[in-house]
């Protein structure tokens, strides 16, 4: 019967690679009774305590107390590894059922690891870190009698074990930098030979997800030298925070900074596109790393941001007259755009209302001082928000400078990193497109972003005082300005108040002037 037993758990544990060693055949049948009962609850359901993998294999060993060799446990039905949070015992102390013996961390949540009976930690083989073990690979050695410990001092698991299990235990709490490591941090103002890495925080410990740390050796990057911030529980670094980050040196290869009169942004080229891949129903067409982080931003911030869209039509014709006036004192190279004066226009609007120009910090609201703006342009894959930074303390002239240049820059193939930078608004305009409105998507961590229609000849009602025989209709250039707003932060008075003030600032344009 206990030879029957012992197979029987052999075959139906192998899935969960955790070894149990006995030293007599007496406490081998107590302790296969002990495993059928925990066998049947790993046929009908998941457990995340040790009875999912107290149904485990048996052998003899002469060499070593009875004892238990606890695999890392499979806590739900699609995990395949996970990484010890911490440890709640010590090596030597006692546990009994129910205790938790360690914090499992899996990508969606930690989950604590339950013991199902009494007994001692014999010896950790799998030290607390963000290193991944596979399902099923040594973890933990557990005694019945705490007289046993001392055998396991210079336990090692043997070659039955599974192979992963000695780089498990002797993996230290964070990854080895990868030799690119330092390529991807971002570049500092002054000409340095290499930028220097973010700290680690107090801790001394990057806390992260396994899956985060699996893409970031993926995109060669070291989550304990790099500045990101995580958005998941208490700051924890989860997959999306990685995919999000925008190395700059990965968006575009940085040239060596010249040794005189380097600029702070210094301009690099642009990354080169692999070509189309061309399959017998379908073509890949393959983007660049900067296409690929915008994307993951934008589907991240929709996600998790509660968008609602605020309307309003702007009469231009004041707007329009302000530009031909300016423009008549300008040279042709010179000229102001009718979008250089939204865009002033936006950015009075942001400093009129200030709780727009703000953030959610999760637990408090951040409202900037300055209006530094995102202004789209470019489409596919040389679609950019670069950033223009006090829009609200500067005349309008430098700001068609300033976007004149990153235009220049763009169709140049040149980036710099004020190209991959977030500002406090953004700000769209699809007029060119003929495009009547839009409701843009919110970059986080902004609270809002604005996006103009098509500028059109509509026909309104007219008005002031209409004599008899006059026409009561009237011909007015307009557009559909949209604000899409944070609810957490920009409720819909506060949206309204942005709207009126935009709309005040296009029909009386004379106020961009104060």
């Given at each position: 019967?206990?030879n029957?037993t012992a197979?029987?758990?052999?075959?139906?544990?192998?899935?969960?690679?955790s070894?149990i060693?006995?030293?007599?055949s007496?406490s081998?049948a107590?302790?296969?009774s002990?495993?059928l009962?925990?066998?049947?609850?790993n046929f009908?359901?998941?457990?995340?305590?040790?009875d999912s993998?107290?149904?485990?294999?048996r052998?003899?060993?002469s060499?070593?107390?009875?004892h238990?060799v606890?695999?890392?446990?499979?806590?739900?039905p699609?995990?395949?590894?996970?990484?010890i949070?911490?440890?709640?015992l010590e090596?030597?102390q006692?546990?009994?059922?129910?205790?938790?013996?360690?914090?499992?961390?899996?990508?969606?949540?930690?989950?604590s690891?339950?013991?199902?009976?009494d007994?001692?930690?014999?010896k950790?083989?799998?030290?607390?870190?963000?290193?991944?073990?596979?399902?099923?690979?040594?973890?933990?050695i557990?005694?019945?009698d705490e007289a046993?410990?001392?055998?396991?001092?210079?336990?090692?698991?043997?070659?039955?074990?599974?192979?992963p299990?000695?780089?498990?235990?002797?993996?230290p709490p964070t990854?080895?930098?990868?030799p690119?490591?330092?390529?991807?941090?971002?570049?500092?103002p002054?000409?340095?030979?290499?930028a220097p890495?973010?700290?680690v925080p107090?801790?001394?410990?990057?806390?992260a997800?396994?899956?985060?740390?699996?893409?970031?050796?993926?995109?060669?990057?070291d989550?304990s030298?790099i500045?990101i911030?995580g958005t998941?529980?208490?700051g924890?670094?989860i997959a999306?925070?990685?995919?999000?980050?925008?190395?700059?040196e990965a968006?575009?290869?940085?040239?060596?900074v010249?040794?005189?009169g380097?600029?702070?942004?210094?301009?690099?080229?642009?990354p080169?596109?692999p070509?189309?891949?061309?399959?017998e129903?379908y073509?890949?067409?393959?983007?660049?790393?900067?296409?690929?982080?915008?994307a993951?931003?934008?589907?991240?911030?929709?996600?998790?941001?509660p968008?609602?869209?605020l309307?309003?039509d702007?009469?231009?014709?004041?707007?329009?007259?302000?530009?031909?006036k300016?423009?008549a004192n300008?040279?042709?190279e010179?000229?102001?755009?009718?979008n250089?004066l939204l865009i002033k226009?936006?950015?009075v609007s942001?400093?009129?209302c200030p709780?727009a120009?703000?953030?959610?910090?999760?637990?408090?609201?951040?409202?900037?001082n300055?209006v530094?703006?995102?202004?789209?342009?470019?489409?596919?894959?040389?679609?950019y928000?670069p950033?223009?930074?006090?829009?609200?303390t500067?005349?309008?002239k430098?700001?068609s400078?300033?976007?004149?240049s990153?235009?220049?820059?763009i169709e140049?193939g040149?980036i710099?990193?004020?190209f991959?930078?977030v500002g406090?608004?953004?700000?769209m305009?699809?007029g060119?497109?003929?495009v009547?409105?839009?409701?843009?998507?919110?970059r986080s961590?902004?609270?809002v972003a604005?996006?103009?229609?098509?500028?059109?000849n509509?026909?309104?009602?007219?008005?002031g005082?209409?004599g008899e025989?006059?026409?009561?209709y009237?011909?007015?250039?307009?557009l559909t300005?949209?604000?899409?707003?944070?609810?957490?932060?920009?409720?819909?008075?506060?949206?309204?108040q942005?709207?009126?003030?935009?709309?005040?600032?296009?029909?009386?344009?004379?106020?961009?002037l104060l």
């Open positions: 019967m206990v029957s197979r029987l758990l052999s075959l139906a544990t192998r899935k969960n690679g070894l060693v006995s030293s007599s007496s081998l107590r302790r296969s002990l495993c009962g925990n066998l049947s609850t009908t359901g998941h457990s995340n305590s040790l993998f107290y149904s485990t294999t052998r003899w060993n060499n070593y107390p009875a238990e606890v695999g890392m446990p499979s806590l739900s699609t995990m395949e590894a996970g990484a949070a911490s440890w709640n090596e030597g006692s546990f009994g059922a129910g205790d938790v013996l360690c914090e499992v961390e899996t990508d969606k949540a930690t989950v690891f339950e013991a199902q009976d007994g001692v930690v014999a950790i083989l799998a030290e607390a870190g963000p290193t991944e073990i596979d399902c099923g690979v040594p973890i933990l557990t005694v019945e046993d410990v001392d055998a396991f001092k210079d336990y090692v698991v043997e070659a039955a074990a599974p192979a299990a000695a780089a498990a235990a002797a993996a990854p080895e930098p990868a690119v490591a330092a390529a991807p941090t971002p570049p500092t002054a000409p340095v030979a290499a890495a973010s700290p107090a801790g001394g410990r990057v806390v997800s396994p899956l985060a740390w699996t893409i970031a050796k993926e995109k060669g990057l989550l030298t500045a911030t998941g529980p208490e924890r670094i999306d925070d990685v995919k999000e980050y925008i190395p700059m968006t575009a290869a940085a040239p060596a010249d040794a005189v380097a600029p702070a942004a210094a301009a690099v080229a642009a080169s596109i070509a189309p891949i061309t399959h129903h073509t890949d067409y393959p983007v660049n790393e900067a296409s690929i982080a915008t993951n931003l934008l589907a991240h911030s929709k996600q998790t941001i968008h609602y869209y309307t309003v702007v009469t231009l014709d004041s707007l329009i007259d302000l530009r031909s300016l423009n300008l040279d042709e010179s000229q102001i755009s009718l250089d226009a936006a950015a942001m400093k009129s709780s120009n703000a953030s959610w910090m999760g637990d408090k609201v951040r409202m900037y300055s530094d703006m995102n202004v789209v342009m470019g489409n596919g894959d040389t679609l928000a950033l223009i930074s006090a829009v609200d500067r005349g309008v430098s700001i400078e300033e976007i004149a990153n235009l220049a820059d140049g040149s710099n990193e004020s991959t930078a406090t608004v953004t700000f305009n699809l060119m497109y003929g009547k409105s839009c409701a843009p998507i919110i961590p902004q609270a604005v996006a103009l229609g098509a500028a059109e509509r026909v309104v009602p007219k008005e005082d209409i025989g006059d026409d009561i009237d011909t007015k250039v307009m300005a949209t604000l899409s707003c944070d609810h957490r932060v920009v409720d819909g008075a506060v949206g309204a942005w709207l009126s003030a935009f709309k005040a600032a296009v029909e009386s344009p004379e106020t961009l």
